[in-house]
């Protein structure tokens, strides 16, 4: 997709292949790339789907400018294969994945489609990447001249701006991700840096500014990436500075000498280009309980949003329990039996037998009434707002709480762990 561009005016638009008319919605601007979903009708669907049959994944004859099941069956299909939240929701995590080396669908023998087929050799690197593969990348790029410092082994921000850096002398998608194409053209020798090229080796990544609680963007992707790899934050990265990312640089700040105030700055950003220290297992956390108490419980969140999320695109049955197909409660007690932890099969059951939370943390189940008074439907809470539920009319997907339709009916939240 040459020369691809997501900002664009948003229009109504009539879809073609006997697909009704659809109004478009207002979407979400973030990173300077629109938020594309289920329902819109916009010419950026169409180069998405454009984006997607490139890559093998949307096979719907030919782009319709309308995303429907289809276009979010291939999103969903292509996120599962890059490792990306799977939401089947084309965000700025995706759409740069899709403009950078990602993963092509598997042809029909089962293999890479010949053209994007990375060598069986080379994987991505990116930001939280560790091990020799990234000491030999840092010194590949160290003998060019685009790090300037001693090889780690940590794939951190300094590392990610050395790479862009390269990328950008070798005439490559400047996206600070060490792919197929990049770590060839460093094995290859590739252009030297030059002045302007060469990033400063005390400037911090984080000179651009703080990074603290409600902010959204790729920095805040960036710096979750860091603290999970180090063992500081147990979950998906969200691209939101929530409750829990902010827990999660309290904890690393504590560890490394610094200022817990939970926002992280210049100092915070530079410790963690620079030999950040992990998560100390004797350490003790606020409650007087031993942290690996605490691990363990993140530990589960984890498991549970990652079985949730591998579950999106089910199809509902009523009464359903297992991925041939869900309801609601059948879906809630599968996802959780598969992370060792027993809960009762309806509903009314769950609600019943969970602790009530003022508010939901990722993990939680929330509640709502629908069709009959009290609880009749639930979800798992993933945090900003979302939820992963079966739904009746499109299975298993995420929701907002925040609609017009859910926000009205929600009832309150349980923990089930």
Not at 161 to 190: E, S
Request: with cysteine; proline share 4%.
């Amino acid at each position: 997709m040459a020369q691809s561009t997501f900002n664009k005016v948003l229009f109504s638009s009539a879809v073609v292949a006997g697909i009704a008319v659809v109004a478009p919605q207002d979407a979400d601007a973030a990173l300077g790339d629109r938020t594309l979903r289920q329902g819109m009708s916009h010419p950026d669907v169409t180069e998405l789907q454009n984006a997607l049959k490139e890559k093998g994944f949307f096979t719907y004859g030919t782009a319709t400018g309308y995303f429907g099941t289809h276009t979010r069956d291939a999103v969903i299909a292509y996120q599962k294969a890059n490792n990306l939240l799977v939401d089947g929701i084309a965000g700025p995590q995706t759409l740069s994945s899709l403009k950078g080396a990602a993963v092509s669908a598997p042809n029909n023998n089962g293999n890479k489609t010949a053209d994007t087929q990375p060598s069986s050799k080379t994987s991505l690197l990116r930001v939280g990447s560790r091990g020799g593969s990234v000491t030999a990348l840092q010194e590949d790029l160290r003998k060019l001249g685009f790090f300037n410092q001693s090889p780690t082994g940590y794939y951190g921000t300094v590392t990610r701006d050395a790479v862009r850096a390269f990328q950008r002398a070798n005439n490559l998608q400047a996206d600070g991700i060490a792919g197929p194409a990049t770590q060839a053209a460093l094995k290859n020798g590739g252009n030297r840096a030059s002045e302007n090229d060469t990033p400063s080796k005390s400037k911090p990544a984080s000179s651009t500014g703080s990074l603290r609680l409600g902010d959204r963007n790729s920095q805040v992707t960036d710096l979750q990436n860091q603290l999970r790899s180090l063992g500081y934050f147990n979950q998906n990265a969200t691209g939101y500075y929530g409750e829990v990312t902010r827990s999660a640089v309290r904890e690393f700040q504590k560890n490394n000498g610094l200022s817990a105030d939970g926002i992280a700055g210049p100092q915070t950003f530079a410790k963690l280009s620079n030999s950040p220290a992990p998560v100390n297992k004797n350490q003790t956390v606020n409650n007087n309980q031993p942290a690996q108490t605490n691990q363990n419980a993140s530990g589960l969140v984890s498991g549970l949003i990652s079985s949730a999320q591998s579950a999106i695109g089910v199809p509902y049955a009523w009464g359903g329990t297992s991925m041939s197909g869900f309801d609601c409660s059948g879906f809630i007690q599968y996802i959780f039996r598969q992370n060792g932890v027993s809960v009762p099969r309806t509903a009314s059951e769950q609600w019943n037998k969970g602790t009530s939370v003022s508010s939901p943390s990722v993990g939680d189940v929330v509640f709502f009434e629908t069709y009959k008074a009290g609880p009749s439907h639930n979800g798992i809470y993933i945090g900003d707002n979302k939820f992963i539920h079966a739904g009746s009319s499109r299975g298993v997907e995420v929701a907002d709480m925040n609609n017009s339709y859910w926000k009205p009916r929600y009832l309150g939240a349980k923990r089930l762990h």
